[in-house]
Nanobody, 122 residues
Framework: QVQLVESGGGLVQAGGSLRLSCAASERTSSSAIMGWFRQAPGKEREFVAFISWSSGGTYFADSVKGRFTISRDNAKLTVYLQMNSLKPEDTAVYYC???????????????WGQGTQVTVSS
């Protein structure tokens, strides 16, 4: 199963930016889609964005559309989540995930990273 390692989290003031990275150990048919999810304390894990390795097609949650972008480097097997205009409500643990098809549901993703904390202060 593909292994995922996130990095790039941290503390930032509202309005600031952070870039998260997710390095994958391999690319397989069951990891054709790379997604980002987040989970705030006491809340369910929610979809943020996904990208296709092959087409580069992307999809975003309404809450981050226009502020976040997702990209991939096929040679490095790395996916990036660029987060701009951050808000306190973006504070959460961010998880990278790999799945076989486009989906906003966590259960559609079989492989998960360990998560990285993003904290946005007001």
């Amino acid at each position: 199963q593909v292994q995922l390692v996130e990095s790039g989290g941290g503390l930032v003031q509202a309005g600031g930016s952070l870039r998260l990275s997710c390095a994958a150990s391999e690319r397989t048919s069951s990891s054709a889609i790379m997604g980002w999810f987040r989970q705030a304390p006491g809340k369910e894990r929610e979809f943020v964005a996904f990208i296709s390795w092959s087409s580069g097609g992307t999809y975003f949650a309404d809450s981050v559309k226009g502020r976040f972008t997702i990209s991939r480097d096929n040679a490095k097997l790395t996916v990036y989540l660029q987060m701009n205009s951050l808000k306190p409500e973006d504070t959460a643990v961010y998880y990278c995930a790999a799945g076989g098809y486009s989906s906003i549901l966590p259960k559609s993703y079989a492989a998960w990273g360990q998560g990285t904390q993003v904290t946005v202060s007001s």
